[in-house]
């Protein structure tokens, strides 16, 4: 850091199991990542090509390449996972991720309607190839699950191979764990975190007040998704109670 | 396209008289303009400095020659236009479009008012000297049109020698043909288009969830507008149905 | 200018005291800042790095570095102040100041408690190390002053030595002196003035809709803050009446 203050919450060092960031890129160019990974490598723990951006980016390979010099890993969105599945294209998904050197991949079912036992299937078979994150909750407005459900669906896919079960908002952050307006499904998250270890779960939150609302129920290192590279710097002052959201709730501790 | 993936609508190629999107730059730096390039040139049809950016952004011959070599071709906000007619200028206008080498211009009438007549001289003449595109809807939220004079503006303004005309929804996309909370007015488009061929009108859709409204009504190659330049690659997923909001939509086509 | 427009409100040049703009960096990689500079030098009159940003920001001396090669001065935002004074590390604030070679500092209870007389104690003994900009309103949306206290607090702090006072309004722009909804409490804003010299007050205004109030009740020449880089050249069209939202206000005069 650049100066010193005391009594500052201690951030986990990298490599990261709890603490983490997910850094969601939906088209930078060469020279964007640059300065993103100037700015923030340090606090990013893994980028996703979001949704099926990475069928229509130039330069994909180069930028995979920026990556892995900062030492970060990418993969591409859940989206893409069903695009590939929707058209029975589940071969060519496997050999694409080997043409591009992946070694992370996420299985979700936000867009489409699969079997749960399928959807296990493979997490499984592609844990043998990658580490597999799965995504757990509807990019549907309508389709709301009960606490006992998000549950039950989170152990099974960690069973079945999930290093990491995602909680879904969508980088506008409206779905899933969240209301339409927003606001956090709390009764849901508290529910979820007294059967789930937090660590192994990554809780989608685009905006600043749902960062807030997470760093204040689970601390300084929870593990947060969908960040907006322009955000990384704010992000980390919000985990270490730098900013005027989460100034309190560090100090009364 | 960085795989192959089946059953993908197919984009019109350039140079596109439909499935066209306009961007707004609103104040790039030369680099930034470069970044834009790199990712989004592709994509990119026409790019409007907006309003009367161009009045005080710096480098703006440096920046036009960026566009130029990649050729894509610029024009000047229609706010600029009515800067200069509200201040009988009309002959600096012209002058100054010269200056620049500009082979685009806009007519519009969103801050001022003008007998429609008036307007539609302007288009003519100033067709003689580029290629016009006119907008049509006011950019206050009080003044609403009714669908057919929509259509008789914009029919006039065609027949007067717009090359497109624009449906006005300014870079917030709550006004014209949105209401106040950026909502479309559907009924008005609907209304419009059994009119107006869908390839002569550039809908102005800054949001995201406009630009899936028009995507699932008029198709992948709908003409759209006021794009910020970060984002054309969503917006390319969107029209191919690659993005959550639209994924269902091309499958059961 | 690129070219001539008649009857365009006259900004102030370089140095300013009224017309100044107060820009928030809240973490641009260098190549950034240069880009921003390019862009927007010439209307910048000092950059915020806000809040306490400037603690996790790498590369922090050749950023501040970058700004003074563009005559353009810097300070940390208030809330890293309130940092340190509740940690009791008021000396090691001081020293802070000097190792990074700034000349401005910005003192502020938007996050803490603490006594006016105090807070005017600080801006006084500061004062004599650096220019003090210090900033009145609080961070919470509960806590809101009544309009006589507000201009007491402001002529108390001016008193102390604080060369401009700022009106807060977070980088949301929904406390202090706007509503929740990021609406302007008038009343207010009328009251300060017909007490408090405008030239002396920046107004935080982040949102278009807030810039633009003030420009049409202040003028051109208002002193605005809490600007985000890429909003520069739209707030530069706004105070000249280049843009639609104040395009009559300055036609009328």
Redesign the interface.
């Known amino acids: 850091?650049?100066?010193?203050?005391?009594?500052i919450p201690e951030r986990t060092p990298k490599p990261r199991s709890s603490g983490m960031t997910m850094v969601m890129d939906?088209?930078?160019?060469?020279?964007?990542v640059?300065?993103?990974l100037?700015?923030?490598a340090?606090?990013t723990d893994i980028v996703k090509l979001?949704?099926?951006?990475?069928?229509?980016?130039?330069?994909?390979k180069e930028k995979l390449n920026l990556y892995k010099q900062a030492g970060i890993p990418v993969y591409f969105g859940g989206?893409?996972f069903?695009?590939?599945i929707?058209?029975n294209?589940y071969d060519?998904y496997c050999r694409?991720l080997d043409?591009f050197g992946l070694q992370y991949a996420e299985v979700s079912d936000?867009?489409?309607t699969i079997e749960h036992d399928l959807k296990c299937e493979y997490i499984s078979k592609l844990s043998k190839q990658v580490t597999v994150i799965s995504e757990v909750g509807s990019?549907d407005v309508q389709k709301i699950f009960a606490p006992y459900k998000w549950i039950q669906l989170m152990k099974a896919e960690l069973e079945a191979g999930s290093w990491k079960v995602i909680a879904e908002a969508?980088e506008?952050g409206n779905v899933g764990i969240y209301r339409d307006s927003g606001e956090v499904r709390q009764g849901l998250v508290d529910e979820i975190l007294t059967q789930i270890p937090a660590e192994t779960i990554i809780w989608e939150a685009p905006q600043k007040a749902q960062q807030t609302w997470f760093i204040k129920l689970i601390g300084t290192n929870v593990n947060l998704g969908n960040i907006a590279p322009?955000d990384?710097?704010?992000l980390?002052?919000l985990r270490?109670g730098?900013?005027?959201d989460t100034?309190?709730h560090f100090?009364n501790q």
Chains 1, 2, 3 share one sequence.
């Open positions: 850091m650049n100066y010193a203050l005391n009594n939906k088209g930078l160019s060469l020279r964007q640059e300065d993103f100037e700015v923030s340090e606090y979001g949704w099926a951006t990475s069928y229509v980016t130039p330069n994909l989206t893409l069903e695009a590939f929707i058209r294209q060519d694409m043409t936000g867009s489409i990019k969508r506008s322009a990384m710097i704010p980390e002052t270490l730098l900013r005027s100034f309190d100090l």
